[in-house]
């Protein structure tokens, strides 16, 4: 019988529902506290604040647990040591958009047991948005535990039907990838900077088929992770590494996962593995025939394509 991680999933809406109402308290207020951190990245007063606070429930009601955060490194629970149970947080992703005043900015709380990302919650409470996922029981969007319905990723198979969120152009250059990352945004029908979080959670409801982001830290990861895989999209590194255990992120629907890898498969040790590797594939068919089909179902498909 599949273990169960109903407790957990319940737990992280807990901090969601805490963390939501002390971020959306600062949000927007004239007075925020900004720094720069090392990195030149955005910190504010809420994300060390929601992470704090998020750190000491779990303290409390998960002793044994490891916790990762953004702000504060890695604690150890009591099981201490690698492997076990360890809960990864982004306390306000898309901070700079938080800064500025823009409702795009989530809380990300992931839960890893052995090296998988087993339950997650993304929570966007100026979008007034939430989604969840645990593992083998499928991804849900809502309110509530209660009040919720399941998402899916799209069943959209080429390219030239696709629609790609991305985050920024200008992290692509810096991993040599600029070049092949335009010319994916040319082969796909439709490319918005929807950023962050968002993109991937676009993806998971079917909104989206393709998400690409170049630079990424685990815990800006981890929570979309399980959502994706959880919805029937495939999460990988740009390498091909499963999960969020590279320094970038592909996610797709699966269907288009290889395609989307062929322009921006990034392999800074030993190359590429063929000499055409981002080149544009040939399509005979959509050079002759202007009208084209699409397929923006998001029901789960009968057969693998």
């Known amino acids: 019988m599949a273990h169960s991680y109903n407790d957990d999933l319940r737990l992280a809406h807990v901090l969601a529902d805490n963390a939501d109402n002390l971020s959306m308290d600062r949000f927007g ?32 009601a998960r002793t044994r647990d490891i916790v990762l955060g953004e702000e504060q490194g890695e604690d150890e629970g009591a099981a201490g040591g690698p492997g076990g149970r360890r809960w990864i947080i982004d306390p306000i992703d898309g901070t700079s958009n938080f800064v500025r005043g823009v409702p795009v900015w989530a809380t990300l709380i992931a839960l890893e047991e052995d090296g998988e990302i087993v ?4 929570s966007a409470p100026a979008l007034g948005r939430r989604w ?100 029937g999209g495939r999460f990988t590194s740009l390498a091909g590494l499963p999960g969020p255990w590279g320094d970038n992120a592909l996610a797709t629907n699966t269907r288009l996962h290889d395609a989307a890898m062929a322009y921006v498969g990034h392999f800074p040790d030993q190359g590429p593995p063929d000499p055409s590797w981002g080149d544009d594939p040939e399509d005979e068919d959509a050079k002759s025939d202007n009208v084209r089909t699409f397929e923006f179902s998001r029901e789960p498909a009968d057969e693998a394509p």
């Open 119 to 122: 339950a997650g919650c993304v």
């Open 132 to 231: 969840w996922a645990s593992k083998g029981t499928g991804a849900y969007t809502g309110k509530s535990l209660m009040s919720s319905r399941q998402i899916h990723v799209s069943q959209v198979s080429d390219l030239g039907s696709s629609s790609l969120s991305y985050a920024s152009l200008g992290g692509w250059d810096v991993i040599g990838k600029g070049e092949a990352f335009a010319a994916l945004m040319r082969r796909c029908w439709r490319t918005r900077a929807y950023g962050d979080f968002w993109s991937y959670m676009l993806l998971a409801e079917g909104a989206v088929d393709i998400a690409a982001e170049p630079e990424l830290k685990v815990w800006d990861m981890a929570a979309l992770d399980i959502v994706v895989r959880e919805a």
């Open 29 to 60: 207020s004239i007075d925020l506290q900004v720094d720069t951190k090392p990195d030149m990245t955005y910190v504010t007063e809420s994300d060390q604040a929601v992470e704090a606070a998020i750190r000491r429930t779990l303290k409390s």
